[in-house]
């Protein structure tokens, strides 16, 4: 139908860093979860560029309400129709609300820091409301809500360290712990090992940790030095 309500499961996730390996709807029809976000092993207050998105939309005092939760990245999420119906409703009045009159004064500021305000959205709403408070999608159905370990049906380049979390398998990222495979890659031109070895990227471009022609160039050390 035009109006979505034939689908049953929905993910929203980055365009041009992320790999699919496998079905990662398969974890909603096994555990019946209605939102399913990501945590990573980084924690909100240990890490710049998540304070700081944090500490410019919501102030300093929800800062340090968060600041010793994991990192969620906004780069995936998927749910149940309801779940995410509400969690992008959700995610939609917070930018309207706390982005665009931010737009002018966001030009000046840091771009590599600017364009990642969704995820300090992200975080306040998972940690601060979603997980706070219970969400519903009426009065009689409360959402089943589940934060994965960071290397559960998702990775991110925080936690692609070859050898630790993970291993390939053939040409696979696999989870180093259970052996199996990782449904969504995300940041995968990130890290020079797959770029290289595994994508068979030939670009002269790739260096210490991305390449610049397969995709996104990395900005931690810009964020760093310039945030």
């Known amino acids: 139908?035009?109006?979505?309500?034939?689908?049953?499961?929905?993910?929203?996730?980055?365009a041009i860093d992320v790999a699919f390996q496998a079905d990662p709807f398969a974890l909603l029809a096994d555990k019946g979860f209605d939102l399913v976000f990501n945590r990573d092993n980084q924690i909100i207050g240990s890490s710049h560029g998540n304070r700081y998105w944090v500490r410019n939309l919501y102030g300093q005092a929800e800062l340090d309400r968060v600041a010793m939760r994991n990192v969620s990245c906004s780069g995936f999420s998927m749910g149940r129709r309801d779940g995410m119906v509400l969690y992008l409703r959700r995610m939609t009045e917070e930018l309207d609300r706390l982005i665009a009159p931010r737009l002018t004064q966001m030009a000046k500021?840091?771009?590599?820091?600017?364009?990642?305000?969704?995820?300090?959205?992200?975080?306040?709403?998972?940690?601060?409301?979603?997980?706070?408070?219970?969400?519903?999608?009426?009065?009689?159905?409360?959402l089943a809500i589940r934060l994965l370990r960071h290397d559960q049906v998702y990775i991110s380049a925080e936690n692609m360290k070859l050898g630790r979390a993970i291993e390939m398998d053939g040409p696979l990222v696999v989870s180093k712990r259970t052996r199996a495979t990782i449904a969504v890659v995300h940041q995968?031109?990130?890290?020079?090992?797959?770029?290289?070895?595994?994508?068979?990227?030939?670009?002269?471009?790739?260096k210490a940790d991305h390449c610049s022609r397969c995709a996104d160039r990395i900005a931690d050390r810009r964020v760093r030095k310039h945030g």
Do not use: F, I
């Open 109 to 142: 500021e840091n771009m590599m820091l600017a364009k990642g305000y969704d995820q300090g959205v992200h975080n306040m709403l998972v940690y601060g409301e979603l997980l706070a408070h219970g969400a519903s999608s009426g009065p009689r159905h409360p």
């Open 1 to 14: 139908h035009a109006d979505g309500r034939a689908l049953e499961r929905v993910a929203t996730s980055d």
């Open 188 to 206: 995968y031109n990130r890290m020079q090992w797959l770029v290289r070895d595994v994508l068979r990227c030939t670009h002269k471009t790739v």
